[in-house]
């Protein structure tokens, strides 16, 4: 269930959703208009602080970290999306990338600077979605089925 994100970017990606649920980035759909407008900055104050730690107590890397059983339960019961601005940040866009689309059971495209309001869900009621890989929610809109997001120059 991977899908690619590419277009007018330095850095083309493919985005595997399944590997999400360990993901600490990931929202419960219940708490997106809640969260929306901070998430980005609590994800770089959250890396931030790491990196400050990192410097001043040197680093340890867990990479078998557990999830506590309140995480297992809420993973097997509850709704999650994730917030696409990362991934678009990642791929580096042009500078004259403008907009973003998204191809699914409809076609969405969006201006590029409201990637921050964009969170693709990957699971509903603690299951992997029927209809994906994912759903664009983006203003009180739903793109089910979407399988591919391109970064487009000069729309």
């Known amino acids: 269930m991977i899908f690619p994100l590419d277009g007018s970017v330095r850095h083309p990606i493919t985005i595997d959703p399944t ?14 208009d809640a969260v929306a407008e901070n998430d980005q900055e609590a994800y770089y104050a959250k890396m931030g602080k790491a990196w400050d730690d990192g410097l001043t107590q040197g680093t340890r890397v867990d ?5 506590s059983r309140q995480d297992k339960d809420a993973a097997l019961r509850d709704s999650f999306a994730m917030p696409l601005a990362p991934f678009i940040n990642n791929a580096e866009p042009v500078d004259l990338a403008t907009h973003i689309r998204f191809y699914g059971e409809t076609v969405l495209t969006i201006p590029l ?16 979605l029927t209809d994906g890989p994912v759903y664009v929610l ?13 970064v487009l120059s000069g729309q």
């Open 138 to 150: 983006y203003d009180n809109q739903i793109i089910r089925q979407v399988n591919h997001i391109t």
């Open 63 to 67: 990479h078998n970290k557990p999830m």
């Open 19 to 32: 590997v999400w649920i360990f993901d600490d980035r990931k929202r419960k759909i219940e708490e997106l």
């Open 113 to 128: 600077h409201d990637a921050s309001r964009v969170y693709l869900q990957f699971s509903k009621d603690g299951k992997v």
